[in-house]
């Protein structure tokens, strides 16, 4: 890829929002939708999957980890999982979200969230959750 082509990985918190068109849906959805840009980190796909799972079935997460495996799925591998391991030291990070965030700077990727956990960080495009109006 050229420097200038920017990658993208939405974290599982933005894939939910933007399936059940949340009220943040739209700030996800160009991340989303060009699907050419789009990185996947494979727990993204285990968190998501589990999800819709319990809340709308079998087929609707069986149609979800299809469209999201529409991007590059980058494996969880020992270079990933050392890198997740400092960032969750270092930044107290829950296991998938250092996994996510050492996908993206694997990859070069922004990533796209509304967890604050992420919102002061490098290469993030951050929007706080918004519940209600």
């Known amino acids: 890829m050229s420097a200038n082509i920017v990658l993208n990985v939405v974290d599982s918190s933005g894939w939910l929002e933007y ?4 009220r943040n849906a739209a700030f996800f959805a160009p ?4 699907t050419k ?6 727990i993204s796909i285990y968190e998501v999957f589990k999800r819709v799972l319990v809340q709308r079935g079998e087929n ?3 149609q ?8 590059d799925v980058v494996e969880l591998n020992a270079a990933v999982a050392l890198n997740a391991a ?3 030291v270092r930044l107290n990070l829950p296991m998938a979200d250092a996994v996510i ?13 509304q967890d604050a956990a992420f919102k002061d960080l ?4 951050y929007i706080p959750k918004r519940t209600h109006s």
């Open 86 to 88: 400092q960032l969750a």
């Open 101 to 113: 965030l050492a996908t993206a700077r694997m990859k070069n990727a922004v990533l796209w969230t």
């Open 37 to 42: 840009l789009l990185v996947v980190p494979s």
């Open 60 to 62: 609707s997460a069986l």
């Open 31 to 34: 991340a989303i939708e060009e």
């Open 122 to 125: 490098d290469g993030v495009r």
């Open 64 to 71: 979800v980890a299809a469209l999201m495996q529409q991007g």
């Open 19 to 22: 399936l059940a068109d949340g």
